[in-house]
């Protein structure tokens, strides 16, 4: 009888009185043991450890991991550079204008807006392509002033009153909703339900196809104006804010079922699953709220920076952009605690912040800056 003869649990029984180098060793023997030893134990220490977008069995978490089907040697690297610092810096696109680049992305694209132009660029192993895949819009054209992205649909607001929307499929469209002189401030959106705030109002619509070309549909509004708006994972619910004030929506009335104010002007918002949500203001950089008890957590991470940006891993990592151009990964699990702040190589304010298992891309005034962990 061999080894190989006994069932998967059996083997899992046996290599678990094994240490880490003796797993790597033995994935090596045979197919059957490196596949064992992927799914029951390197897999599992993965998903174990702090790592922005890291895990590969969640896509609909993590969609802008770039390799899902890496192996565990090349994730631990990656993971290994992330905890100890250890990253290239690039800088993309400098400029001596100041203006705010926002930024999106998948696995295979990095989707940018600056001023009113509306950019997508191939992602590869060491970065971008600098070489636009698409765009559309100029630059002295009306601002884009947020860019939501769900699944491989790209949503946009203007400050003119219109919706962008972007996919391969459909390619780019553009629709006026509302008057000119009506900023809309941002926008998300759920299937093809689109709802869009502006400094008067709040309004939702619904997104159809008419002869071809995409169209958005009035249905409702609310008469309250907000700052920021987003969807929980689910649809079920929004988070809009307004100066130091943060709104719980039903969106199916629209009412508000819920307010929590703040001492301070809130910055940012982002739900971490359908109950709690993280949100940043002025000189605290992070708090959470679990909706079900109103209980808040605040300040979890190191120093007291303003946080201006921030993303999360869909588990219990979260990385924040500073006004001093550091960027803080935070362990959600444990209060007042942090795993690594990277600095970049030029002080600058951290406007947007987007990251998967090997890259990290941050938009400052002057330029988009990549920490990339895989080189």
Known sequence: MFITDLNIDELVIIFSYCNEIDHKNISKVCSLFEKIIEEHFFERKCRDSLMVTHMKNHYELFERTFKGDMKYADRLKIYQNWMYGTCQQIVFF????????????????????????????????????????????????????????????????????????????????????????????????????????????????????????????????????????????????????????????????????????????????????????????YSSPLSLIDTRTEFRRSEFSCGNFTATCMDYDGRYGLIYGTLLGMMVLCDLRNVRTFERVFHLDASAICRHIISDEAHLYVSTDNAIHLLNFDY
């Open 94 to 281: 400098q400029h001596r204008e100041n203006y705010e680049t926002i930024l999106e992305m998948n696995y295979n694209y990095l989707y940018t807006s600056s001023l009113g132009k509306f950019n997508v660029y191939k992602r590869n192993k060491n970065g971008i392509e600098t070489k636009q895949f698409f765009s559309n819009g100029s630059d002295n054209t009306s601002r884009i002033s947020s860019l939501k992205r769900r699944g491989n649909l790209i949503a946009g607001c203007k400050m003119n009153g219109s919706i962008l929307t972007y996919d391969s499929d459909n390619g780019y469209n553009e629709e006026q909703v509302k008057n000119s002189s009506e900023q809309l401030n941002d926008i998300d959106f759920i299937n093809d339900t689109f709802v869009t705030v502006s400094r008067s109002d709040l309004s939702f619509y619904k997104l159809s196809s008419e002869l071809g070309l995409q169209t958005f549909d009035f249905c409702k509004n609310l008469n309250i104006g907000f700052k920021s708006i987003n969807f929980n994972p689910s649809g079920e619910r929004l988070l809009t804010t307004k100066a130091d004030s943060l709104h719980i929506l039903d969106p199916t009335i629209p009412t508000i079922t819920h307010s929590y104010l703040n001492r301070t002007q809130v910055f940012n918002t982002k739900w971490l699953d359908n109950k709690n949500f993280v949100f940043t203001s």
